[in-house]
């Protein structure tokens, strides 16, 4: 069967959890906080992340639905404050654990076991964009032609590592992200432009950590065009498609630490590719939804 070329896009959006909550009162209400990852520079923090992700691909003649859940387990550094106001991150991948059930089979995925014992450093600046990244040593091009490490460090920074502004934020208070990031593939790019839109809904203790409560609104723009090689023919391709998620995130104002995010997004988009020997068009249509649990292990 042809391979297909599929552009991953990699989320965290954050669906709201009020279980276990109780409102602050007092001083914070009235004047509120800024909030800011400054205060767990060095610490080393784990999370565990659960997914359930479902992804159907089609072309003419062909369908294919695929339904994955993982979970892993990863460490989280905040390694420094750089002068010029971007902030550097470590992230440790240390197990994961996942199923996939394909054509009605089920089986064990194994699709992320080569980050297991590997890291992944970023630099985000000061407008949350990623200005640098390295590692992911054993993680190459996939089967379609695209840079897994890139795509996994500009999906992390993007979507993983929230931006607040540097003032006081209060109840009601809102801001945005805009990122828009390149992902190369063998031959071309894939661009994927970002708006991320928060509100700070409430001041809560929350699992024993005194936390902000944010929702999030995400639109994400896919674009992209270049050539790939299936089965011995070369074929050029263009990527359109769209994406949008919501959630709500916990981030601990004294300790600088994200406590929980409950992800909920989805995305679809169509790759249009032509042989270029014989001139056939073909059109993919790709669809993913995805849901993720991520929570700060004590």
């Not at 002068?83 to 394909?102: H, P, T």
């Not at 502004?165 to 063998?186: E, F, S, Y």
């Not at 498609?241 to 919501?246: I, Q």
């Amino acid at each position: 069967m042809r391979k297909v070329l599929v552009i991953s896009v990699l989320f965290l959006f954050l669906l709201s959890g009020c279980v276990g909550e109780k409102h602050l009162t007092g001083d914070i209400i009235v004047q509120g906080t800024r909030l800011s990852y400054a205060p767990s520079v060095g610490d080393t923090l784990s999370y565990k992340s659960s997914s359930d992700v479902v992804t159907e691909f089609s072309e003419k003649g062909y369908s294919k639905r695929i339904h994955r859940k993982s979970d892993s387990w990863t460490r989280f550094i905040t390694e420094r404050l750089n002068e010029n106001g971007s902030i550097s991150f470590r992230v440790l991948f240390d197990r994961y654990e996942g199923s996939i059930i394909e054509n009605g089979t089920m089986k064990p995925d194994t699709s992320q076991n080569e980050l297991v014992g590997d890291y992944l450093a970023i630099v985000v600046d000061s407008s949350g964009q990623m200005v640098d990244w390295n590692g992911l040593d054993n993680v190459g091009m996939d089967e379609s032609g695209v840079d897994r490490g890139e795509a996994i460090a500009n999906g992390y920074a993007t979507h993983q590592i929230e931006y607040f502004p540097a003032r006081n934020l209060k109840i009601g208070d809102t801001w945005q992200k805009v990122v828009n990031t390149n992902t190369t593939t063998r031959d071309g790019v894939a661009t994927n432009k970002t708006v991320k839109n928060y509100t700070l809904k409430d001041f809560v203790e929350y699992s024993g950590h005194r936390c902000a409560k944010i929702e999030t609104k995400v639109t994400v723009t896919v674009t992209g065009s270049g050539t790939t090689e299936q089965e011995g023919e070369t074929y050029s391709y263009e990527v359109a498609g769209k994406g949008d998620g919501k959630g709500v995130l916990y981030f601990d104002f004294e300790r600088g630490c994200v406590v929980k995010n409950e992800i909920s997004w989805m995305i679809e988009f169509t790759i249009d590719q032509i042989n270029e020997s014989t001139g056939e068009h073909q059109q993919v249509t790709y669809y993913e939804e995805d849901r993720t649990k991520t929570e700060l292990l004590e």
